[in-house]
Nanobody
């Protein structure tokens, strides 16, 4: 059974940085994609950054391009996203998600992911 545990959310001032980590367990091999998604009140859940464990392919949403970096510590099965220059509009509940994936590139739409963590709140104050 795949389990995902997020950590690293909290309150941060605009312009600051935040590191969100997702500890994964239950993967049977490296053919998985892991992504970070977020959902603000009244909005749809959107992909932020996603990564393919097989080949390291990454995707960053336009909203965080130049501000977000996703990385993988394979030994610890931990996927981390570093968000810089945070803005009040980055305020949301952030979720880690995973899905089996052995293809080219990496998907990053919420409906494509099967396994979800419990979410962690990120609040950016102006």
């Amino acid at each position: 059974e795949v389990q995902l545990v997020e950590s690293g959310g909290g309150l941060v001032q605009a312009g600051g940085s935040l590191r969100l980590s997702c500890a994964a367990s239950g993967f049977t091999d490296d053919d998985y994609a892991v992504g970070w998604f977020r959902q603000a009140p009244g909005k749809n859940r959107e992909g932020v950054s996603c990564l393919s464990l097989r080949d390291g392919a990454t995707y960053n949403a336009n909203s965080v391009k130049g501000r977000g970096t996703i990385s993988n510590d394979n030994a610890k099965r931990t996927v981390t996203v570093l968000l810089n220059n945070l803005k009040p509009e980055d305020t949301a509940v952030y979720y880690c998600a995973a899905r089996p994936w052995g293809g080219v590139g990496v998907p990053c739409a919420a409906y494509e992911y099967a396994y979800w963590g419990q979410g962690t709140q990120v609040t950016v104050s102006s």
